[in-house]
């Protein structure tokens, strides 16, 4: 079993700049790939940005050079960077974890980022 907590969401003015972070417990050493979507009401789901065990990164055409995904192995946490954020990019943004050994994944409860024109 795996655990995501997400932390760092808040208000911030277009421009800004805000980091989430995502903290992994439990079943830790399962887990192949750590990925960031956001959801918005109304819309689907979208991958943000994702990082595996590999350290290979992937973004979204959106945020490409503005978010940058990272991971601490040591502290068992992955971190989004997120500068020049824009309008657009409010949403609740969510962290999922994706299994080695089976097809089942895990979500965090999400954290609200809501960026002011």
């Known amino acids: 079993q795996v655990r995501l907590v997400e932390s760092g969401g808040g208000l911030v003015q277009a421009g800004g700049s805000l980091r989430l972070s995502c903290a992994a417990s439990?079943?830790?050493?399962?887990?192949?790939?750590i990925g960031w979507f956001r959801r918005v009401p109304g819309k689907q789901r979208e991958l943000v940005a994702r990082?595996?065990?590999?350290?290979?990164?992937n973004y979204a055409d959106s945020v490409k050079g503005r978010f940058t995904i990272s991971r601490d192995n040591a502290k068992k946490t992955v971190l989004l960077q997120m500068n020049s954020l824009k309008p657009e990019d409010t949403a609740v943004y969510y962290c999922?974890?994706?299994?080695?050994?089976?097809?089942?994944?895990?979500w965090g409860q999400g954290t609200q980022v809501t960026v002011s024109s």
């Open positions: 990082i595996s065990s590999a350290g290979s990164t």
């Open positions: 999922k974890a994706e299994s080695k050994w089976s097809s089942k994944d895990y």
């Open positions: 439990g079943s830790t050493s399962g887990i192949n790939a």
